[in-house]
């Protein structure tokens, strides 16, 4: 089955500072990959996906990029800011499986 | 619209009590799931239904059932609690099974003594 592996499990950063989180997969039949952020004591919510067919997209000051060949995909957070600091999942799925990431503690200092 | 809403939002069990959880989205969704999240941890998958009338185990089913009522409802089912399954559990559901973005409920904060 699909292993989804997920680094790193906590990342702090100075507010403005650029965060990167990276995820692998192992499934090449995976062929769409979301990024959830879940604040404390909320529900993860979806901020940004790729589809296999897409090497990169971005929104606004998020972005994520895919390489299938080397089956991992990243997200990137541009001009952090406080309200950033949330645990981040990312999952890969595919048309019958859905396999998420064991998340990212993400720690904006201001 | 309200999307996916859970209900309780919160429950105090005793250990060997049985409970439902109750989950309806109004996003006319083929796929539901359920999950449970631990302190500090992920999301691990209990069951789901890819559609009406269909269900399925997931990672973590032990201890658990479920029911898929109609398209919009699904139920999760403990019956006889145990201190382990003291977790967060999130309902989700999302418009085909696999590579569509799931949408989350609040959440039932569930603890069993």
């Known amino acids: 089955g699909e292993n989804v592996e997920q680094h790193p499990s906590t990342l702090s950063v100075q507010e403005g500072d650029s965060a990167v989180i990276k995820c692998t997969y192992s499934?090449?039949?995976?062929?769409?990959f979301p990024w959830y952020k879940q604040e404390l004591g909320k529900r993860p919510q979806l901020i940004i996906d790729?589809?296999?067919?897409?090497g990169e997209k971005k929104d606004q000051r998020i972005a994520v990029t895919l390489n299938k060949t080397a089956k991992h995909f990243s997200l990137h957070i541009t001009e952090t800011q406080p309200e950033d600091s949330a645990v981040y999942f990312c999952?890969?799925?595919?048309?019958?499986?859905?396999?998420f990431g064991s998340g990212t503690k993400l720690n904006v200092k201001p | 619209n309200a999307g996916v809403t859970q209900t309780p939002k919160f429950q105090v069990l005793k250990t060997g009590q049985s409970m439902t959880l109750q989950c309806a989205q109004d996003?006319?969704?083929?796929?539901m799931y359920w999950y449970r999240q631990d302190p500090g941890m992920g999301l691990r998958l209990i069951y789901y239904s890819a559609s009406e009338g269909t269900t399925d185990k997931g990672e973590v089913p032990n201890g658990y059932n479920v029911s898929r009522l109609n398209k919009r409802e699904f139920s999760l089912r403990l019956e006889s609690a145990a201190p382990s399954q003291t977790s967060v559990y999130f309902c989700a559901s999302s418009e085909t099974f696999g590579n569509q973005p799931q949408h989350f409920g609040d959440g039932t904060r569930l603890s069993i003594l």
């Open positions: 499934d090449s039949a995976s062929n769409y």
């Open positions: 790729i589809r296999s067919n897409v």
């Open positions: 996003m006319n969704h083929n796929s």
């Open positions: 999952a890969a799925s595919n048309f019958n499986k859905f396999y």
